[in-house]
């Protein structure tokens, strides 16, 4: 694996280059980079979550890092492979859209990218922009690499990944909001400080 070839996907990513989802869709090698940067994606949000623990309020629960970082992290990594299982059953199912999956988890894991910008919610008074534009981002990122890798029309990508999306939202919402009973938030990013305003 080329690092350095990787961290240029993403700084073009960055850039809103959508052509990277097109150049690592049908390159077999680029599955587990495309993991990698998923996974680094939500553990820096999951970072981001327990640095505005630490930061920002005037209270921190009880095993933050624990369950911002590690349970956090690792519930949006599974979440978001949900959210791709969603999208492609959606796009194979409804729509009849011939989706190969391995194609679909390339893009998507590039996808993740955008969740790397919830570090910055240690920033005061604009730590909100850092909890909510990644997510905004990664909602269109994700429509970006569904359209790669299916060559669907537009309405029908946004609508796949509006489901997928949406159910991760959601659970990962109700994971930190059932989290108030033992006064530890659970979610990575924003979800790690939505327990906030259920006090």
Request: proline content about 4%; overall charge negative; cysteine-free.
């Amino acid at each position: 694996m080329d690092i350095n070839a990787v961290i240029e996907k993403v700084m073009r990513l960055a850039r809103l280059d959508t052509t990277v989802f097109d150049d690592v869709r049908d390159d077999q090698q680029e599955l587990v980079p495309a993991l990698i940067v998923a996974g680094v994606s939500f553990l820096l949000a999951g970072f981001g979550a327990f640095m505005w623990w630490t930061v920002i309020p005037d209270f921190e629960p009880d095993s933050t890092f624990l369950n911002t970082v590690i349970l956090g992290t690792i519930f949006a990594i599974v979440l978001y492979g949900v959210a791709a299982l969603a999208v492609y059953v959606v796009m194979a199912q409804m729509y009849r859209v011939t989706v190969d999956l391995q194609s679909l988890v390339r893009t998507m894991g590039y996808a993740a990218a955008p969740m790397a910008l919830s570090l910055l919610m240690l920033i005061p008074i604009i730590w909100p922009l850092f909890g909510l534009v990644p997510l905004a981002l990664l909602f269109w990122t994700m429509t970006q690499a569904v359209r790669s890798a299916t060559n669907a029309e537009e309405n029908h990508a946004v609508m796949a990944t509006l489901i997928g999306f949406s159910v991760m939202v959601v659970v990962l919402g109700l994971i930190s909001l059932s989290a108030g009973s033992s006064d530890a938030p659970m979610g990575a990013g924003m979800f790690g400080v939505l327990y906030d305003f259920t006090r």
